[in-house]
C-alpha cells in the first residue's frame, strides 16, 4: 500500500508542475503579443491628408475703400480678398501633406484650377516647437507671401488639425494695422 500511496503521490506532483508549466507558458504567449501603443504627435501629423476645412478670424477684419466697407471673417474670404479675385472650390480640395523628413508636399487635390499647374509642389519645411504645442512652415502654405509662420496647436488627432495664430493685417488703405486671431481647421481626407 505504501508504494502506492507513494506512487500516488508522484503522480499528482507530476501533474502540478505540468499544470504550473503550461499556465506559466501560456502567459508567456499572452506577454508576446504586440501591445497597442498610442501615436505620436509625429505619427498623426505625418499620415494625414490634410486639408482645410474653415477657417474664422476674430475680430474680423473690417477695410473701407472710398466708402465701400468690406468685412472679412472667413479665411477663404481673406484668401480671396489677398489675392484680388474668389477661392474656388478647386482651391478647396487642395492638400497638405507633412511628411517625416519634415518636408512639406502641397498638392492640387481631385480637382484643379488651372490644368497647366503641376499637381504637386514643394511647400518647405514643418517642424513642432514648444514641446510639440506648436508647428512651424518655414513658408507656410495658406500664406499668400509665403512667409515663415508658426501656429498654436489645438488639436492634433487622427481625424482633427485646429490651429490658430495671430495674423497682422496692414490695411492698404491707411496703412494702420490689427491683430486677429486666424483659426485654420484641417481634416484628414485619408
Not at 9 to 15: A, E, F, L, T
Not at 76 to 85: F, I, N, S
Request: charged fraction near 25%.
Amino acid at each position: 500500500m505504501q508504494l502506492n500511496i507513494l506512487g500516488m503521490k508522484r503522480i499528482v506532483g507530476i501533474v502540478l508542475i505540468a499544470s504550473l508549466i503550461f499556465i506559466v507558458g501560456c502567459k508567456d504567449d499572452e506577454d508576446d503579443k504586440p501591445q497597442t501603443q498610442e501615436k505620436t504627435k509625429t505619427d498623426l501629423a505625418t499620415e494625414g491628408h490634410w486639408r482645410v476645412n474653415g477657417g474664422t478670424i476674430e475680430p474680423s477684419i473690417t477695410i473701407d475703400i472710398q466708402g465701400n466697407v468690406i468685412t472679412v471673417d472667413d479665411f477663404w474670404d481673406l484668401l480671396a480678398y489677398q489675392g484680388g479675385g474668389t477661392v474656388q472650390d478647386c482651391d478647396k480640395d487642395n492638400l497638405m501633406f507633412l511628411r517625416a523628413d519634415s518636408t512639406v508636399l502641397l498638392d492640387e487635390g481631385p480637382t484643379k484650377c488651372d490644368m497647366g499647374d503641376p499637381q504637386s509642389e514643394d511647400g518647405g519645411l514643418w517642424f513642432f516647437v514648444e514641446n510639440e504645442t506648436k508647428l512651424t512652415f518655414s513658408s507656410f502654405p495658406f500664406d499668400p507671401t509665403g512667409a515663415p509662420q508658426t501656429l498654436d496647436i489645438e488639436t492634433l488627432t487622427a481625424t482633427n488639425l485646429d490651429l490658430h495664430m495671430v495674423y497682422e493685417f496692414i490695411n492698404p488703405i491707411d496703412g494702420d494695422t490689427t491683430d486677429h486671431v486666424i483659426k485654420l481647421n484641417y481634416v484628414n481626407t485619408k
